[in-house]
C-alpha cells in the first residue's frame, strides 16, 4: 500500500467504526442499578432458583456447525401466511369478558383479557440484534404495523435480550402509546436511556404485583438469563400472570424448565390459556430455552387450558428445523390431552372459545 493510500484506508476503516459504534452502541441501553434488597440478587448479578447447566464449550461449536450445515429446513419454503389489521379495533365493551391474543411473530403477542389490552415483548425491528445491518433477520414480514395497534393498557417486556427488548420498537410505542412499560428489575435502566419517562415504567421483582386495567398483573420466576453486551445477569427475567375477573393467562417468558412451574400453578393457576416459549432450544444450552415437549409439561405444570406457542418461526436462532417446534408441540400436546391453537401471524384468536388446530405451516416445512 502506498504512503498516500494508507491514510485513506485508515480514514475509511475509522468512519466505518464509528458508524458501526453509533449504529449498535445506543440499542446497548442503560446501565442498571443494583438491587441488594432482591432475593434474585446476590454477589453483584442477578440469579436463578434452579441454576442453569452450561454444556463444554466444544459441544456448542457441534450446535453451531449444525446450524450452518444445511441438514434441516431453517426457513419457510415460501410466503408465511398472514391476516391483516382489522379496519377499526373491536370495542372494548365489546370484548369486556373475553380472553383473545394475537400472535405477530416470535414472541409479540397482542392479549385481550377482560377488557383490558396488553401488548407482551413487542419486537417489530428487522434484525434481533443492536445492529441494523447484521444479525438474525425476520424469516417473514410483519402482518401489523405498530401504528395499526389499538391504545393497550400496558406494554409488557419479560427480559432484555435484543429478541424481546428492541431500541427501536420501545421509542416509536412511547411515541404511539400511552401505556405504562412493566418491566423485571433492572430493565428500566435501558428504557430510560432510549427517553422514556421514569413514571411511566413500573419495575418488579418476581412475585410483586401491580394492578392495572382491572387486571391483576404478577411477575414470576423463570429461568434464563439476561444481557445486553458482555455483561450477564445485571438485569433480571420474568414469567408473568395476568389475572382479570373472568380469566386467566401465563406467559412463560424465555426460560429453561425447571419446578417453579408446579410453584405458579399452585400459587396462581389454573390458567384458561398460556402463551409458551418453545423455540431456539438446542442440546448445548438445555437450560436456556425449552424444548416443545418441555413447553407442553410447563403449560400443565401451572394449570393450562389452551396452550398458544409463541419465539418460534421468526427469526433463525436454535439449530433445528423451521417448524420443528411446532411440529413436535403438536405431537406432544395431542399425546399428554393438551389443547394446541397455532395462529398465524397477525390472527386474532378467540381463547374463550378456541378453534381446532389449523396445520397451516406444514406446506411450508
Known amino acids: 500500500m502506498s504512503k498516500f493510500a494508507r491514510p485513506v484506508v485508515t480514514a475509511l476503516a475509522a468512519g466505518a467504526a464509528l458508524a458501526a459504534a453509533a449504529d449498535v452502541l445506543p440499542s446497548l441501553g442503560g446501565r442498571p442499578a443494583r438491587y441488594p434488597s432482591s432475593p434474585q440478587f446476590r454477589d453483584g448479578r442477578f440469579r436463578n432458583a434452579t441454576a442453569l447447566n452450561w454444556v463444554p464449550p466444544g459441544s456448542v461449536s457441534e450446535a453451531a456447525k449444525?446450524?450452518?450445515?444445511?441438514r434441516r429446513r431453517r426457513r419457510p419454503n415460501g410466503p408465511v401466511p398472514s391476516c391483516p389489521p382489522p379496519s377499526r379495533p373491536e370495542p372494548r365493551a365489546a370484548q369486556a369478558d373475553g380472553l383473545r391474543v394475537t400472535w405477530f411473530g416470535h414472541a409479540s403477542t397482542l392479549v385481550e383479557l377482560d377488557g383490558a389490552r396488553l401488548l407482551v415483548d413487542p419486537m417489530?425491528?428487522?434484525?434481533?440484534?443492536?445492529?441494523?445491518?447484521?444479525?438474525?433477520?425476520?424469516?417473514?414480514?410483519?402482518?401489523?404495523?405498530?401504528?395499526?395497534?389499538?391504545?393497550?393498557?400496558?406494554?409488557i417486556l419479560s427480559h432484555d435480550h435484543y429478541d424481546h427488548l428492541d431500541r427501536d420498537t420501545v421509542r416509536e410505542l412511547a411515541r404511539r402509546q400511552n401505556a405504562p412499560f412493566l418491566v423485571p428489575l433492572g430493565v428500566s435502566a435501558h428504557l430510560r436511556r432510549w427517553g422514556v419517562p421514569a413514571e411511566r415504567i413500573i419495575e418488579l421483582d418476581w412475585h410483586d404485583a401491580t394492578h392495572i386495567a382491572g387486571l391483576r398483573i404478577v411477575a414470576t420466576p423463570g429461568r434464563h438469563f439476561s444481557g445486553r453486551a458482555f455483561v450477564r445477569n445485571n438485569t433480571l427475567w420474568?414469567?408473568?400472570?395476568?389475572?382479570?375477573?373472568?380469566?386467566?393467562?401465563?406467559?412463560?417468558?424465555?426460560?429453561?424448565?425447571?419446578?417453579g412451574f408446579a410453584r405458579i400453578g399452585t400459587e396462581y393457576g389454573p390458567f384458561d390459556a398460556t402463551l409458551m416459549q418453545l423455540g431456539a432450544y438446542a442440546p448445548s444450552w438445555p437450560d436456556v430455552h425449552m424444548t416443545p415437549e418441555d413447553a407442553v409439561a410447563a403449560h400443565l405444570d401451572v394449570g393450562g387450558g389452551t396452550l398458544v406457542p409463541v419465539h418460534w418461526g421468526t427469526f433463525d436462532l436454535g439449530p433445528h428445523g423451521w417448524s420443528d417446534p411446532v411440529d413436535r408441540a403438536r405431537k406432544e400436546a395431542a399425546a399428554r390431552g393438551v389443547h394446541l391453537v397455532v395462529p398465524k401471524p397477525g390472527e386474532r384468536v378467540d381463547l374463550a372459545d378456541p378453534p381446532e388446530l389449523d396445520p397451516w405451516w406444514e406446506p411450508l416445512a
Open 66 to 70: 449444525d446450524m450452518l450445515s444445511g
Open 124 to 155: 417489530w425491528s428487522d434484525r434481533a440484534s443492536p445492529s441494523r445491518v447484521v444479525g438474525p433477520r425476520r424469516l417473514f414480514a410483519l402482518p401489523h404495523g405498530l401504528g395499526d395497534l389499538p391504545q393497550v393498557d400496558a406494554i
Open 238 to 259: 420474568a414469567s408473568w400472570v395476568l389475572t382479570g375477573a373472568s380469566h386467566r393467562l401465563f406467559y412463560s417468558g424465555d426460560t429453561g424448565y425447571f419446578d
